[in-house]
């Protein structure tokens, strides 16, 4: 029953939008959805809105979709990313900055008597950088405080320079483990030219950093820390903890095609994305060894859960549609709603009248204990009767009458259901108030 | 309620999924809801704005959604939202027509009350009415009426309409509507 569905959802197909204005539907389409505008002002509004414009906007809807997405995942949108960044590199450098002097301080003054300390030290020194360069390397924005748009930007030009030296350092290492000299000067041009923004501090702290390498102490664990270098030098793939697996998919009807907004979650997370126009999805996750459960749900399809080994990152989700799709019952609860009531303070909200266990449960009793009756069934009628009664403050039922009827039997099987059903609680005003009730008769 | 959690995404109520976002504050919840209406939003942006400024649109009503879900209770989620999207747009083409000294006309273009979205008309009572409003009918104007009767009754598509009638399509809109609006006005009277 279509119908139904609609009610449900008050969803209106972006691309029967498109055919409509592209003139591409037939009378009797064309009419349902200018009826359906007629009753739904925000349809209007839409229409009249894309009206204006060429008829084809699946490329924006696309975007958006994407965007929309984007932003769920946490990677739009414009303000978060630089101010997040920067506050890293802040962080960063103070950590560098204050084991790059105590390191000094250290060094200068102690001899070569306590080298082991000092290589300690310097192995301190050289794991806070790896972290760093994980934060900085790391694709999402990591929840870093709050980003202070506040912030002058000035400030990451010092936080960019601590970093740098700190590279530096690295490379005075590797001066101290005796690498070819061609290796330095590579490494010192790619990280040079940036320099030039804040020459004055780095030259100092250069300066000092290759003393440090140089320093007699160091040279006894020095090629402990070439060692250890290349490793913490290479750029991207940090410490095996931190590596991420993207899983990709397409989510596709039985006919083939691709299903749009449909929802992809990872059973046991918070992540999650929606299917874009064409159906495609993409989920980062930690790549760990244990199967990825993936929950793939769209409204009038079989939800499916998947086991996705670490191996399949590149997946084809078929959905199947849902035999009977929704039971033929939709209630509605209308009413005449007292001006000004409405909204209230939070704890103060109108609220109209509801069955005491809640639509669900009300609809769920109407599928469940309507009779469609023979006579009906004989003169193949369907549709629906709408009962209209009154909630009393305390709760009962009034003044009940059928304001759309359908035949007969039907009339009085609905009267029947909503007579014998389940309780009410009354309006939050405690004012009787009027409520209706669509029950809707179809063949099992 | 297990079986609510189920189908928690797919077919959940406006309602669940709004109580869903606000219990866990995760924005799949209310991505999932804002899908459903996204593409509204934005043909109602197209009104105000190019497709550019229209998306960026959508994407700033859905972080005021964020917020603004948190503060009041939200009884009629698609009309809300309509009210929050129109309302932003007027909003933002009034600081751009500060901004920028441009004429923007805002004529016909009030911004929504509070409590208009109290009013989500159902088509079905239009229907019903017709049923018993023969009279109301009559007493329309001749257009109005013809229109009303075409579309109603008959069910034809607006363009049918014209084509029957040889009415302009944008008259027949605005006499569809209007004789909508009278038949309501006249049917309430009956009532009464």
């Known amino acids: 029953m279509p119908d139904a569905h609609n009610h449900m959802n008050h969803h ?17 389409a064309m009419h349902a959805l ?29 975007d958006l979709n994407r965007r929309l997405e984007r932003r769920v995942q946490g990677k739009e949108e414009k303000k978060g990313g630089v101010f997040v960044l920067n506050y890293r590199l802040l962080a960063a450098a103070g950590v560098l900055l204050v084991i790059g002097t105590g390191l000094l301080w250290f060094i200068q003054n102690r001899d070569a008597k306590d080298g082991f300390v000092a290589s300690q030290r310097a192995m301190v020194s050289d794991s806070s950088i790896t972290d760093t360069l994980q934060y900085y390397n790391r694709e999402e924005p990591v929840a870093w405080g709050k980003p202070t748009p506040e912030k002058p930007l000035a400030i990451s030009i010092p936080s960019d320079t601590a ?40 030259d100092s702290l250069d300066g000092r950093m290759a003393g440090v390498a140089m320093a007699p102490a160091y040279k006894a ?33 039985s006919d083939n095609e691709g299903m749009p907004g449909v929802t992809v979650r990872v059973e046991g997370t918070d992540k999650g994305a929606l299917t874009d126009n064409e159906g495609n999805f993409s989920i980062r996750v930690a790549d760990t060894t244990k199967d990825v459960k993936l929950l793939v749900a769209a409204v009038g399809f079989n939800s499916k859960k998947l086991d996705v080994s670490r191996s399949d990152n590149n997946l084809d989700i078929i959905l199947k549609e849902q035999e009977n799709a929704l039971a033929d019952v939709v209630v509605s609860g209308y009413g005449v709603r007292k001006k000004g009531v409405y909204r209230n303070q939070q704890e103060n909200v109108y609220q109209l009248p509801t069955p005491v266990n809640g639509y669900e449960q009300y609809r769920e009793y ?11 069934a004989a003169a193949n009628i369907t549709g629906r009767v709408r009962v209209s009664v009154r909630v009393m403050p305390d709760g009962t039922l009034e003044d009940i009458k059928i304001t759309r009827r359908l035949q007969p039997d039907c009339d009085a099987e609905a009267l029947r259901l909503v007579k014998e059903g389940p309780e009410w609680k009354p309006a939050s005003d405690g004012r009787a108030t009027r409520v209706q009730i669509d029950v809707h008769f179809a063949p099992r | 309620m297990a079986f609510l959690h189920q189908n928690i995404m797919k077919d959940a109520d406006d309602a669940v999924l709004i109580q869903e976002f606000k219990r866990s504050g995760q924005l799949d919840y209310l991505a999932a809801l804002y899908q459903r209406y996204m593409n509204l939003v934005y043909g109602v942006c197209l009104r105000y704005f190019d497709e ?29 939202l309509h009210v929050l999207t129109r309302n932003h747009c007027l909003m933002k083409l009034r600081s751009m027509k500060n901004r920028e000294g441009r004429e923007i006309s805002l004529e016909g273009l009030p911004v929504m009350e509070n409590d208009s979205f109290a009013h989500h008309e159902n088509g079905v009572n239009i229907e019903m009415h ?12 001749e257009e109005q009426k013809r229109s009303v009767d075409l579309f109603y009754l008959k069910e034809k598509s607006y363009r049918e309409v014209a084509d029957i009638t040889g009415y302009d399509m944008k008259k027949v809109k605005s006499y569809i509507q209007n004789g909508k609006r009278n038949l309501k006005i006249c049917m309430e009277q009956q009532d009464a």
């Open chain 1, 12 to 28: 209106v197909d972006p691309e029967l939008i498109r055919r409509y204005l592209a003139g591409e539907l037939d009378n009797k």
């Open chain 1, 34 to 62: 200018e009826k359906q505008a007629l009753d739904d002002p925000f349809l209007a509004d839409a229409l009249e809105g894309f009206a204006e414009r060429k008829p084809d906007q699946r490329v924006h809807l696309a």
């Open chain 1, 163 to 202: 970093l740098l030296a700190a590279k530096d350092m690295r490379t005075g290492n590797a001066l101290a483990a005796e690498q070819t000299m061609a290796d330095i000067m590579k490494r010192e041009d790619s990280i040079r030219p940036p320099l030039a923004a804040a020459p004055s501090l780095t």
């Open chain 1, 221 to 253: 664990t020095a090629e402990e820390m070439a060692g250890r270098n290349p490793v913490a030098a290479a750029p991207a793939p940090a410490a095996p903890a931190m590596t991420t697996r993207l899983i990709q998919g397409k989510v596709k009807a």
């Open chain 1, 366 to 376: 109407l599928a469940k204990n309507v009779h469609y009756p023979a006579s009906a």
């Open chain 2, 52 to 80: 550019e400024a229209s998306k960026d649109a959508v994407m700033q009503i859905f972080e005021e959604l964020i917020v603004k879900l948190h503060q009041h209770e939200v009884q009629n989620f698609k009309s809300w």
């Open chain 2, 130 to 141: 017709l049923q018993g409003m023969e009279k109301c009918l009559e007493t329309l104007p």
